[in-house]
């Protein structure tokens, strides 16, 4: 499985802007997660001040993309937003 930065590289190369510095800000977001076996990982938000909200996230390995797939879960802690991740059945709808 490829690390965080790996991930990173790849999204860039690929002319996306997931990871760049401005979106990170501009969103407060924090990667909390490495990759999971299903490509899945966790991101934390607090864009407007009102407290984290966790993402499920999803990289494909193919295109180097980002999809979200679980958005501003606000009522789980950070551990069961992992394995809400951990547990996600990948398949072609996912990408």
Known sequence: MITVEEMKRLNNEAGQHFFSPS????WKSII????FQNCTFVTS????GVGR???????????HRV??????????TLEKTK???KEWRIDESTR
């Open 23 to 26: 979106t990170m800000r501009f």
């Open 32 to 35: 909390e997660t490495e990759l």
């Open 45 to 48: 938000e607090d864009p407007f």
């Open 53 to 63: 909200m966790f993402s499920v996230r999803h990289f494909d390995m193919e295109t």
């Open 67 to 76: 999809k979200t797939l679980k958005s501003q879960i606000m009522n789980l």
């Open 83 to 85: 394995k809400l991740a």
